[in-house]
């Protein structure tokens, strides 16, 4: 693994990481991610630069610079308050019938990477991440604030809720019959 590695997971996460968890993911030891992340440190935390490496004790996250501020404010504003997109829809969908459901899961089901959307759906309070997995991956689930918006008193009485909430085990080799449905 590398540093643009390392860049690349700060990039995409919409929530800090800690050393220790990013040395896991690097495959490589702590004081290694530390050489570069004072490279990036060096790198981005410069006026001129639009993101800046931000630790707080052992975590560490890519943020917008300061500077920046009033323009992805008003960028995110419209992003979260504009009409929800096709693929936004689809995987709201996804996460309410078959919640609480993980990344790689709904990542299967519709075929391409999620990471922008989910963290979209999660800006605008329509699914919430939790750790009930047994696993060390994150699920996902739809938040109280879309069941009331819908007017219901709980996910299950969403139209053919049970019929679409069947407890299969995806695999790659073979897609969900609730999958096409969606």
Not at 33 to 61: K, M, P
């Amino acid at each position: 693994m590398s540093k643009a590695h390392l860049e690349a997971l700060l990039f995409v996460s919409a929530k800090p990481f800690t050393r220790k968890s990013l040395a896991k993911l690097l495959k490589v030891d702590e004081v290694q991610v530390n050489v570069w992340l004072e490279e990036l440190s060096a790198q981005f935390n410069e006026e001129g630069h639009g993101v800046r490496l931000v630790e707080n004790g052992n975590d560490v996250q890519l943020m917008s610079a300061p500077e920046c501020r009033e323009l992805v404010e008003e960028y995110l504003k419209e992003e979260i308050t504009g009409e929800l997109t096709r693929p936004q829809l689809e995987t709201l969908t996804i996460i309410a019938y078959r919640g609480p459901i993980s990344k790689p899961e709904v990542e299967q089901i519709r075929g391409i990477n999620c990471t922008l959307i989910l963290r979209n759906l999660q800006w605008r309070g329509l699914v919430e991440e939790t750790d009930m997995s047994t696993t060390e991956i994150p699920v996902y689930r739809v938040t109280i604030d879309f069941v009331r918006y819908l007017g219901l008193s709980s996910v299950e009485q969403l139209p053919n809720y049970s019929a679409l909430n069947v407890c299969e085990v995806l695999s790659p080799s073979s897609p969900s019959p609730a999958s096409s449905e969606l």
